[in-house]
């Protein structure tokens, strides 16, 4: 290396050094785009747009909640913000399936989560229940485990996405049992054919399956999650029988790859700040959604690359596959 050379080296990167504090102290200064790559109105929608408020107070600047609804979150929200310019001005609303799941299911896929995107952190976790028509001779996971066991074919379970159908194969591995997953478009079309009989098991959000629960309903078998709902905490979690299980829905905030990590920290400790204001986690609670967030980008990046491993192993056990 020639003494110019390593002069100019030397002198970037005391350059980077000098500026990376400033990338932060001017940051933002205008306005920030987070992509929600979900239509108006459902819980993802709800959480981007309280959450993009508060943000954007304490940032001083406005958060612009951009929805752009596609199938598996993946052309309009994920691919475009893998494309954005790494500036901290554009975000992703980054759900388990963008992340960890899409890369496994589709042949195809034009983007890769584990390149194009910068973490930041999680700020959710929406828990899913195992549902049960008031009929099932069933109160409790083992009860359903014992019966099915019993009798091979008893239960069939409904479901109406990839996080789910993950989940009921992992159920189905761990417990040993063959039960038939029947998937249906939607969750609405499922909870109909809960309450009607056409099923006796039904996989769903808690936020969808909650008020039937309260209103007796329907039965809640056992909910995805490391602990207890705040919401619900007599009912009981996956991991008190199968410990280690937690294959729910969660939300996270990613950017661009090579945002600058400056940039990046800032974000991390103001969406913290976000989370732990106390109306932003009572209002999200009261929708059935448990506010998250991760210890620090890197905890982040290492919980998503714990969770791609683990839905790879069940989506190529179940053979499950999207074009």
Same mark, same amino acid.
């Given at each position: 290396?020639?003494?110019?050379?390593?002069?100019?080296?030397?002198?970037?990167?005391?350059?980077?050094?000098?500026?990376?504090?400033?990338?932060?102290?001017?940051?933002?200064?205008?306005?920030?785009? =987070?992509? $929600?790559?979900?239509?108006?109105?459902?819980?993802?929608?709800?959480?981007?747009?309280?959450?993009? =408020?508060?943000?954007?107070?304490?940032?001083?600047?406005?958060? $612009?909640?951009?929805?752009?609804?596609?199938?598996?979150?993946?052309?309009?929200?994920?691919?475009?913000?893998?494309?954005? *310019?790494?500036?901290?001005?554009?975000?992703?609303?980054?759900?388990?399936?963008?992340?960890?799941?899409?890369?496994?299911?589709?042949?195809? =896929?034009?983007?890769?989560?584990? *390149?194009?995107?910068?973490?930041?952190?999680?700020?959710?976790?929406?828990?899913?229940?195992?549902?049960?028509?008031?009929?099932?001779?069933?109160?409790?996971?083992?009860?359903?485990?014992?019966?099915?066991?019993?009798?091979? %074919?008893?239960?069939?379970?409904?479901?109406?996405?990839?996080?789910?159908?993950?989940? =009921? %194969?992992?159920?189905?591995?761990?417990?040993?049992?063959?039960?038939?997953?029947?998937?249906?478009?939607?969750?609405?079309?499922?909870?109909?054919?809960?309450?009607?009989?056409?099923?006796?098991?039904?996989?769903?959000?808690?936020?969808?399956?909650?008020?039937?629960?309260?209103?007796? *309903?329907?039965?809640?078998?056992?909910?995805? %999650?490391?602990?207890?709902?705040?919401? #619900?905490?007599?009912?009981?979690?996956? #991991?008190?029988?199968?410990?280690?299980?937690?294959?729910?829905?969660?939300?996270?905030?990613?950017?661009?790859?090579?945002?600058?990590?400056?940039?990046?920290?800032?974000?991390?400790?103001?969406?913290?700040? $976000?989370?732990?204001?106390?109306?932003?986690?009572?209002?999200?609670?009261?929708?059935?959604?448990?506010?998250?967030?991760? #210890?620090?980008?890197?905890?982040?990046?290492?919980?998503?690359?714990?969770?791609?491993?683990?839905?790879?192993?069940?989506?190529?056990?179940?053979?499950?596959?999207?074009?």
């Amino acid at each position: 290396m020639t003494s110019t050379l390593c002069r100019l080296i030397c002198a970037a990167l005391l350059f980077a050094a000098l500026t990376a504090p400033s990338f932060a102290q001017t940051y933002p200064s205008r306005p920030i785009t =987070l992509v $929600v790559p979900f239509a108006p109105g459902g819980p993802a929608d709800f959480l981007g747009r309280l959450i993009g =408020l508060k943000l954007g107070e304490r940032l001083g600047q406005q958060v $612009v909640i951009e929805n752009r609804a596609s199938g598996a979150t993946t052309i309009a929200g994920a691919l475009a913000v893998a494309r954005a *310019k790494p500036d901290g001005y554009t975000l992703l609303m980054a759900i388990d399936g963008t992340l960890v799941m899409n890369p496994f299911l589709f042949a195809s =896929l034009p983007y890769d989560p584990f *390149k194009d995107f910068t973490p930041i952190t999680q700020i959710a976790a929406v828990p899913s229940a195992l549902t049960a028509n008031l009929k099932v001779p069933a109160n409790t996971l083992q009860e359903v485990i014992d019966i099915e066991k019993a009798k091979p %074919g008893t239960f069939n379970i409904g479901f109406s996405t990839p996080t789910s159908q993950v989940a =009921l %194969g992992l159920l189905n591995q761990l417990a040993g049992t063959h039960m038939v997953l029947v998937p249906y478009r939607g969750g609405t079309t499922q909870i109909t054919g809960l309450l009607a009989g056409d099923i006796p098991l039904g996989h769903e959000s808690v936020n969808v399956a909650l008020p039937l629960y309260r209103d007796k *309903k329907i039965k809640i078998i056992a909910l995805t %999650g490391t602990k207890r709902l705040s919401l #619900a905490p007599e009912l009981p979690i996956f #991991a008190e029988t199968f410990p280690g299980f937690d294959l729910g829905i969660w939300q996270s905030i990613v950017a661009p790859a090579g945002t600058p990590k400056p940039i990046v920290d800032k974000l991390h400790a103001e969406f913290k700040a $976000v989370l732990e204001t106390p109306d932003v986690r009572d209002r999200i609670i009261t929708a059935g959604i448990e506010p998250v967030v991760s #210890a620090s980008p890197e905890a982040f990046a290492a919980f998503v690359r714990q969770q791609a491993d683990v839905r790879s192993k069940v989506i190529k056990s179940v053979g499950m596959k999207i074009e």
